[in-house]
């Protein structure tokens, strides 16, 4: 799943290629996708970018009162052209979900928005605003806004008992991080998974917190720039124990292990996580006596 640093990556590389642009045409190739029926879809058309926002993992292409806003969810992607093709998309077949293709001063220019797999979560909105997606209007504090101090992260972490892992992946606490950097990042902190989050003293707090930074502030930087074609291998290519399973851990050498739940994993150095202890590999046990 895109996150934070890639869809940053994602917004920068559509911002500076379409602002200025007329979105000249607009298909949607599965109405399953589209979350909104006002405006219609096709009151974008003809219409000019004023810029591309994030927020947390939304991108929200904008013109000038109404805006395109898309999650890519799990498995979907952004695949961009300089030569696009105007032609009739056949409904309900193959991975697109939609095409834009935009006119501008150097040429027709575009993008489909594809889904893999079978199970569909890509969503797309069109709004008069981009806050009128529920998504968005719930999503907690951004890591880099500057009210997300080290004040602000204890005080979210002293008034929950969720584990650590499934609070920094939640959207209305966190905006922005999912299963892949909240494993980064509690390995570079040296926290458990599942350790609660109101158990953590301030010491620890701070030393999350620098995580928090360190490793999306890396992600972003190396994300910025990339065109989509090259943002997934990017974002696999730092990966320390996410996906890493059964590899040896570059801090420690220890091997990475791996809790699976239903419909998704996490991944942890036992040496630099849990003081060498075994996690169960199931959701409601701490660990393996």
């Known amino acids: 799943m895109p996150e934070l640093p890639e869809v940053a990556g994602l917004a920068g590389f559509l911002n500076e290629q379409l602002q200025g642009s007329v979105l000249a045409k607009l298909q949607i190739a599965s109405f399953a996708v589209l979350k909104t029926a006002d405006p219609p879809f096709t009151a974008l058309e003809g219409r000019t970018v004023t ?3 994030r927020f947390g993992k939304f991108i929200s292409i904008d013109t000038g009162g109404i805006s395109f806003v898309f999650h890519l969810a799990k498995a979907g992607w952004i695949r961009f052209t300089d030569s696009p093709t105007a ?11 939609a095409r834009l293709v935009f006119a501008g001063a150097e040429g027709d220019r575009g993008f489909d928005l594809t889904e893999a797999g079978t199970k569909k979560s890509l969503a797309i909105y069109v709004v008069r605003d981009p806050q009128e997606v529920p998504g968005i209007a719930t999503l907690g504090p951004d890591p880099f806004a500057e009210a997300f101090d080290v004040g602000m992260l ?7 008992s969720q584990q650590i892992k499934g609070l920094l992946r939640s959207q209305s606490v966190i905006a922005g991080i999912g299963n892949a950097y909240s494993d980064e990042i509690l390995h570079a902190a040296r926290i458990s998974p599942f350790a609660p989050a109101k158990s953590l003293d301030r010491e620890t707090v701070q030393v999350l917190y620098d995580a928090i930074h360190d490793i999306l502030g890396t992600a972003l930087a190396e994300a910025s720039g990339k065109p989509p074609k090259d943002l997934k291998d990017v974002k696999r290519s730092h990966m320390r124990v996410h996906a890493r399973t059964g590899q040896p851990c570059p801090v420690c050498g220890d091997t990475v292990r791996e809790v699976s739940f239903a419909d998704t994993a996490l991944q942890y150095c036992p040496t630099c ?11 409601t046990s701490k660990f393996l006596k």
């Open 273 to 283: 996580q849990t003081k060498g202890k075994i996690l169960a590999d199931r959701r």
């Open 87 to 97: 032609g009739p998309l056949k409904m309900g077949s193959g991975h697109i979900a």
């Open 51 to 53: 810029g591309v926002q």
């Open 154 to 160: 204890a005080e979210i972490l002293g008034g929950s």
